[in-house]
Every structure is written in C-alpha cells, then in structure tokens.
C-alpha cells in the first residue's frame, strides 16, 4: 500500500512523495534519508519537478554587459573587468550577434599573440551560441552548458535576452537548494 507524504519541502516548493509509512517509522537516519531519496527519486525523474533557470534569474540583477560588435577586445576586457563578468553580449545596433568570453580573450586573442586595442570583438567572438528559455530546468541548462564546454548561457524569452545564466549561478543555486533540502530532512526526522 503506498502513502503520501504532504507538506515535503525542497527549496521553496513542496512536494507529495509516496512511500511505504512503516519504513518510516522504524529506521535509522541513514535509512530514512535513503527511504526517502529512493522514494522521491521516482517523482524527480520528471523534469516538470525540477527548478528552472527563470528562479536564478530572479535572484540576480538581469541587466547584461553589452559591447558593440566594432568595438575593440581591450574595451570588451575593461568592460568584463569593470562589471566583475566572465562575458560579454557583443551587439550590432541593439541586437545580440555574439558572446565574447574569458575563454575566447585566451584562446582567440592571447594565444594568438593578437593586439587587443587593434583586434575587432567581431572577429573573436563566439557564434553561434548556446541558449536557454526561462522554463528550462537548471538540470537541462546545466547539461546543455556541459555539453557545449561553455560557462555562459544567454537566456531568451520570446526572442528577446533576458539575462545570463553562469556555471557559477547554477553551482550556488544547487548548493542553496541542497542546504534547505538537508534542513528540511534534520527537521522533519528530528521532529518526530
């Protein structure tokens, strides 16, 4: 017989996980915490479950560090530097044509011995680029990212930029949301 379990908070959203009551009852910490997992594995197998990039979003300020896409690598780099970023949206007349990274000044400009004041953004940026919607979870964005050996993730919502989502922003999320999930487990179990 399976039974549900209300009010299990993880992060900021609560969740109904079935599982077998009785396993609950008579268990150490670590049974429980396993019991518990398994069981709620199941459900978080769905990606519907999962939290989105639209809740990291909320938690940073959105404005994007642009550049335009005939300026040079050096104003690009004061820029990144000026506004503590790894990136840069490069932009032709407003619209997004590119990213220039950390990794694109290493590989593509100092590798490369270029001259920064003389080397055009355009001619170094990364297009096309990776993207991600504000519905995607943070496990698809942060798959995506892996995938693609990227650190930065543009984020659209119906053709339009609204933010950058980092490799960063994801590991602090998790960590937060793994920090209320173990909070929420020592009070439930010790609450008993």
């Not at 429980?32 to 990291?56: G, H, K, N, T």
């Not at 990274?101 to 270029?114: A, G, P, Y």
């Not at 994801?170 to 009070?187: G, P, V, Y």
């Amino acid at each position: 017989m399976v039974d549900i379990v209300t009010d299990v908070c993880f992060g900021n959203k609560t969740y109904s996980v079935p599982s077998n009551p009785l396993s609950w009852t008579a268990c150490s910490t670590s049974s429980f915490i396993l019991q518990f997992c398994s069981s709620a594995a199941i459900y978080w197998s769905s990606p519907s479950f999962y939290p989105r990039l639209s809740e990291i979003l909320d938690g940073k300020a959105r404005k994007v560090v642009e550049v335009d896409h005939q300026s040079s690598v050096a104003l690009a780099v004061e820029r990144m530097c000026f506004h503590k970023v790894g990136a840069v949206v490069v932009v032709n007349q407003s619209e997004p044509v590119g990213l220039f990274t950390e990794r694109d000044l290493m590989h593509r400009v100092v590798n490369q011995n270029e001259d920064s004041v003389a080397t055009p953004i355009r001619s170094v940026m990364t297009t096309p680029y990776a993207v991600g919607s504000p519905g995607m979870s943070v496990i698809e964005a942060a798959e995506l990212m892996s995938d693609n050996r990227i650190r930065h993730l543009p984020v659209y919502d119906e053709g339009i930029m609204i933010g950058m989502v980092s490799s960063g922003d994801i590991l602090a999320f998790q960590l937060r949301e793994n920090e209320r999930s173990i909070k929420h487990l020592e009070d439930y179990f010790f609450s008993q």
